[in-house]
């Protein structure tokens, strides 16, 4: 194989990976307007997650096209198949962490008309910002190729589960106090499930980071849970 025909190859796994990250970043940024959206009450900018959303599965799309014709056309073996492999997987993930976020902001819009609820708001920033964070983290793992950050993301996804179980209380709590409650709890808890859904999306990246740096399969039974924990 020439040297042209390999810098040729590596040019192309390369813009996978960037083609990637720059879908990370636009749907970070998708899911923290969401919850501002929702947190903050506005409905413009809920307006503007959700037009944006089509941006999102444009460049999963083209990820998934220039991923395909790479493996029909260079035939990558071990390492390099891993690589194109994890960048579909990775940006499939993406593109469903946008369209929840777009579905946060459609609840954010519905929620701009009702009476505001301070308290059940912070719970949910409280929450967005450690999915955030998860979402962050486990893209910076990708970016450097760190098999352990991608781990240690993969390892604490009980902690967004355990946030989503105490909101479902708190939601609950108030809808049972209050029937006028009822609607306004309702969209929150979709919000709040939408959320915990993200989190699940960060923990499937950090499961297919691993993968592709070590080449082996997480255990999910390794994986510690709430009642682990508190055992």
């Known amino acids: 194989m020439s040297e042209h025909i390999v810098k040729s190859y ?31 009450r506005e409905p413009d900018l809920a307006a503007e997650v959700i037009q944006q959303d ?5 460049i999963e799309a083209d990820i998934e096209q220039k991923a395909i014709r790479l493996i029909a056309l260079r035939q990558p073996m071990a390492n390099d198949l ?14 469903r962490c946008g369209d ?24 949910i920033e409280r929450m967005g910002q450690l999915v955030q964070s998860r979402l962050r983290a486990v893209l910076d793992a990708y970016a450097s190729s760190n098999a352990e950050d ?13 946030h989503y179980n105490s909101l479902f209380r708190e939601l609950l709590t108030y809808m049972m106090a209050d029937a006028r409650t009822i609607t306004p709890c309702a969209h929150l808890l979709f919000v709040a499930k939408n959320l915990e859904r993200i ?31 508190r055992a």
């Not at 390369?14 to 720059?22: G, T």
């Not at 891993?82 to 593109?95: C, D, F, H, P």
């Open 54 to 58: 089509d941006r999102l599965d444009e």
């Open 150 to 162: 991608a781990m240690e993301v993969w390892r604490r996804d009980h902690e967004v589960d355990e």
């Open 100 to 123: 929840l976020a777009k579905s946060i902001a459609k609840r954010a819009m519905v929620l701009t008309d009702v009476e505001p609820m301070p308290a059940l708001s912070r719970s």
């Open 199 to 229: 989190g699940d999306h960060a923990t499937n990246i950090a499961e297919i980071v691993h993968y592709e740096i070590s080449g082996e399969q997480v255990n999910p039974g390794d994986r510690p849970r709430s009642d682990d924990l």
């Open 10 to 40: 590596e040019d192309e796994l390369n813009s996978l990976a960037a083609e990637c990250a720059r879908l990370g970043g636009l749907a970070e940024a998708q899911l923290a307007d969401a919850i501002r959206a929702v947190t903050r």
């Open 82 to 95: 891993r690589k194109t492999v994890a960048a579909l997987k990775i940006a499939s993930n993406l593109e």
